[in-house]
């Protein structure tokens, strides 16, 4: 489903109430959010917290699964996806740290890394799935952290950050050489088996990747485009975002 509205403002009250409504979907008991990091959501995410404080919705005893986070960055580093995550979310929608689940990017071994990378997917089967994936879409056509060419059916993994990405990240870094090299991400594979996905993009930087993502071949030199194999994938767009669909 493509929705298609004026203002990022829109955008992220329509992209709420997909969530909110995914929740009561797919939701068997507490709510399992599945959280991405990113400038998008940010709006929505704020109107969840209005939704809470409205009684609509109570994520005091909620859990959330990050898409990803760096390899090597402590997990106290500001810009550590796990520290982001707290700021930008736990704190706005009153989801408690200790229902915050990130991918763990250190180890003493690149071994270690890979199996708690594995591990990261078993906890989300145990906690019963994700209902509702929240995404935004890389410049790129990135999910997650999944660069062009990742496999449409990847697990959770180490990966290498596309120079672009990195480049894109610098700014909440002390300049491009401060930005890790890699990172672990939730694979495709792991993101198409959440309940929902709810993937909002905004601003014409977005428009070719959301192009490429909905309008064009399935193909992993887009990972966007899995959200087409995906049976419940809502998509929310202001125009600008949608200006090359
Ligand atoms: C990052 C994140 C992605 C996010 C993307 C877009 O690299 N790993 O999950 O979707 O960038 O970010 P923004 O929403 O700020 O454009």
Do not use: M, W
């Not at 959330?64 to 996806?81: I, M, N, R, W």
């Not at 480049?167 to 890699?182: I, K, S």
């Not at 959301?210 to 202001?238: K, Y």
Request: with cysteine.
């Amino acid at each position: 489903e493509v929705l298609i509205v004026d203002t990022p403002e829109e955008a992220a009250a329509f992209a709420a109430s997909a969530v909110l409504d995914g929740l009561r979907a797919y939701g068997t008991g507490n709510p399992v959010l599945g959280l991405a990091t990113g400038s998008s959501p940010l709006g929505l995410y704020a109107e969840l917290a209005a939704a809470a404080q409205r009684g609509e919705v109570d994520f005091s005893a909620a859990r959330g699964f990050a898409l990803d986070e760096y390899v090597g960055l402590d997990d106290t580093h500001e810009q550590s996806y796990r520290q982001t995550l707290i700021r930008e979310v736990c704190n706005v929608i009153g989801l408690p740290e200790s229902g915050l689940n990130v991918p763990n990017g250190n180890g003493e071994t690149v071994a270690q890394i890979a199996e708690q990378a594995a591990a990261y997917d078993e906890a989300i089967k145990a906690a019963g799935g994700v209902d509702v994936q929240i995404l935004g879409i890389g410049a790129n056509g990135h999910l997650g952290f999944n660069e062009p060419a990742s496999s449409l059916r990847s697990r959770t993994r180490i990966k290498r950050l596309a120079s672009q990405t990195r480049e894109d990240n610098a700014r909440f870094f002390d300049g491009l050489d401060q930005v890790p090299t890699h990172c672990v991400t939730q694979g495709l594979g792991t993101v198409q088996e959440a309940g929902r996905l709810v993937l909002i993009a905004t601003g014409s930087h977005k428009a070719e990747a959301i192009a490429a993502a909905v309008e064009g071949p399935l193909s992993a030199s887009c990972p966007g485009s899995v959200l087409q194999l995906h049976p419940d994938a809502v998509v929310v767009l202001d125009e600008a975002a949608a200006s090359r669909l």
